[in-house]
């Protein structure tokens, strides 16, 4: 068990949050987006378990566990879009999908 | 000889770095297995972050449901797509300096902030307290009841909508004359 102030686990998530807003902006292949949105998320959660630590409580530790369902979710759904979207316009290029009924 | 916490706070800060350093790997990667890669040291890192703050439930989750299967519903996606070089190419067109310069620039300006913020609030002071995973199930399963109900909705509709997305791309796959 380390003792170390909440304040630097929460810049360390702030840190891995704004790396991942910085891949979903840059990026323009589909599967890094999604990629960088599990980042970000991954920070949310990292911030909660943070929380968690500080207060001796186990409800950061339960937050956790719904930003992780929440997650897989997310990515079956999304990487079957992602499956769908490459069939149609043979290509991961978001900017492909610009206009409504392709 | 260093004291037992003070050895856990270096784990902590190294992970830290190693945890930021991977991200930036992943983020600026050409191939997107290379990417994939990374950000699985990445979640190892973060694993082994949370087990340092005393939730060593978070950190076993961390590495079987996030390393593990969310990362290789991502390698298998990668696989089916078959990418190969020419996908190598068009990401190297499009990651030019001009492009990626401005949102990196305002993604550090808020990372900036939000650190300035967090560094002038001061340091709380913590107790450190090991939660096993008994306080969480407890937790889970009492107050938040509602929350697990409300979990297992969202996954059985994730479960439906992964099975009806991926069903129709079967079918037009298949060429039975279904040109709906």
Known sequence: MASLPMEHGLILAAILFSLGLAGVLVRRNIIFMLLSVEIMLNAAGLAFIVAGYAQGQPDGQVMFIFILTMAAAKVSVALALVLQFYRGFKTLDVDAADRMRG | MLRREDAMNSVFYISAAVAILSTVMVITRLNAVHALLYMIVSLLSVALIFFVLG????????????????????????????????????????????????????????????????????????????????????????????????????????????????RRAGQSDSGTGDKS
């Open chain 2, 55 to 166: 939730a060593p439930f978070a950190a076993a989750l961390e590495v079987i449901i996030y390393a593990g299967a969310i990362m290789v519903l991502f390698v298998f996606v990668i696989m089916m797509l078959n990418l190969g070089e020419r996908a190598r190419t068009q990401e190297a067109l499009w990651l030019k300096p001009g492009t990626w310069m401005g949102p990196s620039l305002l993604a550090l300006v808020l990372a900036l902030e939000l650190v300035y913020i967090l560094a002038g609030t001061g340091v709380t002071p913590v107790t450190p307290a090991e939660i096993t995973p008994k306080q969480v199930g407890i937790a889970l399963f009492g107050p938040y009841l509602l929350g697990v109900e409300l979990a297992s909705l969202l996954l059985l509709a994730g479960l439906v909508a992964a099975y009806h997305l991926g």
